[in-house]
């Protein structure tokens, strides 16, 4: 079956110019449009009825897509946006992609199909190079997660980097030397995940331990991203010949599972082992002893993402360009 891309290298134009013939766009050369026309009639493509509604159609819903809704950080963000839809009289849909590329680009089809104004990726799995394809049937805003390349779209997130930076001089200065790193990964491969937000964590917790000239041992680097991982961890901690003293978590969850499995094993937080969260979830500051761990601005990303998204229908323009929010370290007593 022909799709929009056959037409467009048939008709030597640009995908977006026959999306725009499709929906019958006043701004296209008149030479375009009939190759475009022509093109579609010797290729036999139908366009998909749903997608060729009037200019202006609005179906009021916004889909938004999450690898793991049981994450607490992914439920804040979301119930935040639905929030500010609400006051503007739209609906959400939620997508939980269980990280998987075939369940994010079935759910972006809601896009093409018309069958929701706009998405809002909270996370990703696929390349920019296989998504940014469906930015031509409607805006699609990012938030948290950024891949690389990505372009045309607006961005919220927070320095991830600094982040990272902030929390391992914490650490340095607390006079912690031996300091073991833990990477998110893919649930399905159990491998690092490939990710812009990944790397840039990891190259902040790497520029700063260099510059103190600490060592960076690859039997210290970890993966996970559940409590159940974190409680893994902290036995593969246990049986390192040298132990590192203190250890970085990609969540707020892996850090609880440290901390649950470190009381079993008799291991003093943090006389024996200091722990750093990410995220601040209601968590957080109820495990004993309270976590220190990077703020995620959950609130204000998810409003701002919704708002963003908000202004994007309402203009002919896709905004573009990144947001980044503050993302405090609050020190607690795990470290």
């Given at each position: 079956?022909?799709?929009?891309?056959?037409?467009?290298?048939?008709?030597?134009?640009?995908?977006?110019?026959?999306?725009?013939?499709?929906?019958?766009?006043?701004?296209?050369?008149?030479?375009?449009?009939?190759?475009?026309?022509?093109?579609?009639?010797?290729?036999?493509?139908?366009?998909?009825?749903?997608?060729?509604?009037?200019?202006?159609?609005?179906?009021?819903?916004?889909?938004?897509?999450?690898?793991?809704?049981?994450?607490?950080?992914?439920?804040?963000?979301?119930?935040?946006?639905?929030?500010?839809?609400?006051?503007?009289?739209?609906?959400?849909?939620?997508?939980?992609?269980?990280?998987?590329?075939?369940?994010?680009?079935?759910?972006?089809?809601?896009?093409?199909?018309?069958?929701?104004?706009?998405?809002?990726?909270?996370?990703?799995?696929?390349?920019?190079?296989?998504?940014?394809?469906?930015?031509?049937?409607?805006?699609?805003?990012?938030?948290?997660?950024?891949?690389?390349?990505?372009?045309?779209?607006?961005?919220?997130?927070?320095?991830?980097?600094?982040?990272?930076?902030?929390?391992?001089?914490h650490l340095i200065e607390?006079?912690?030397?031996?300091?073991?790193?833990?990477?998110?990964?893919?649930?399905?491969?159990?491998?690092?995940?490939?990710?812009?937000?990944?790397?840039?964590?990891?190259?902040?917790?790497?520029?700063?331990?260099?510059?103190?000239?600490?060592?960076?041992?690859?039997?210290?680097?970890?993966?996970?991203?559940?409590?159940?991982?974190?409680?893994?961890?902290?036995?593969?901690?246990?049986?390192?010949?040298?132990?590192?003293?203190?250890?970085?978590?990609?969540?707020?969850?892996?850090?609880?599972?440290?901390?649950?499995?470190?009381?079993?094993?008799?291991?003093?937080?943090?006389?024996?082992?200091a722990v750093?969260?990410?995220?601040?979830?209601?968590?957080?500051?109820?495990?004993?002893?309270?976590?220190?761990?990077?703020?995620?601005?959950?609130?204000?990303?998810?409003?701002?993402?919704?708002?963003?998204?908000?202004?994007?229908?309402?203009?002919?323009?896709?905004?573009?360009?990144?947001?980044?929010?503050?993302?405090?370290?609050?020190?607690?007593?795990?470290?």
């Amino acid at each position: 079956m022909p799709t929009i891309k056959d037409v467009a290298l048939h008709a030597g134009v640009s995908r977006s110019t026959v999306s725009r013939v499709m929906n019958n766009h006043p701004y296209v050369d008149e030479e375009k449009r009939r190759a475009v026309r022509v093109a579609m009639t010797e290729l036999g493509y139908i366009p998909n009825s749903s997608a060729q509604r009037l200019r202006g159609t609005e179906t009021r819903t916004i889909a938004v897509l999450v690898s793991r809704i049981v994450n607490p950080f992914f439920s804040a963000i979301v119930d935040a946006m639905d929030e500010i839809a609400a006051a503007h009289s739209y609906r959400l849909i939620l997508c939980n992609t269980r990280g998987s590329a075939s369940q994010e680009l079935h759910f972006l089809q809601l896009l093409r199909t018309k069958q929701v104004d706009g998405i809002i990726l909270a996370s990703i799995v696929n390349e920019w190079a296989i998504i940014s394809p469906f930015t031509e049937y409607g805006p699609i805003v990012l938030c948290n997660e950024y891949p690389s390349h990505a372009e045309g779209v607006a961005i919220i997130t927070i320095d991830q980097k600094q982040a990272m930076v902030d929390a391992t001089t914490h650490l340095i200065e607390k006079g912690y030397k031996r300091i073991a790193y833990c990477n998110v990964h893919d649930e399905r491969s159990q491998t690092l995940f490939d990710s812009a937000l990944a790397t840039d964590r990891y190259s902040g917790y790497v520029e700063t331990m260099k510059k103190a000239e600490l060592p960076i041992e690859s039997s210290w680097r970890f993966i996970g991203h559940s409590v159940e991982d974190g409680k893994r961890i902290l036995n593969e901690i246990m049986k390192c010949d040298d132990r590192p003293d203190a250890i970085l978590t990609g969540s707020d969850e892996i850090a609880s599972g440290l901390i649950a499995e470190a009381k079993k094993n008799n291991l003093r937080i943090p006389m024996d082992l200091a722990v750093v969260g990410f995220d601040n979830q209601p968590s957080a500051s109820l495990l004993e002893p309270q976590l220190t761990t990077v703020h995620q601005p959950t609130l204000e990303m998810g409003k701002a993402a919704m708002l963003q998204m908000l202004a994007d229908l309402k203009s002919d323009s896709r905004s573009n360009g990144t947001q980044l929010l503050d993302a405090p370290l609050l020190i607690r007593k795990s470290t």
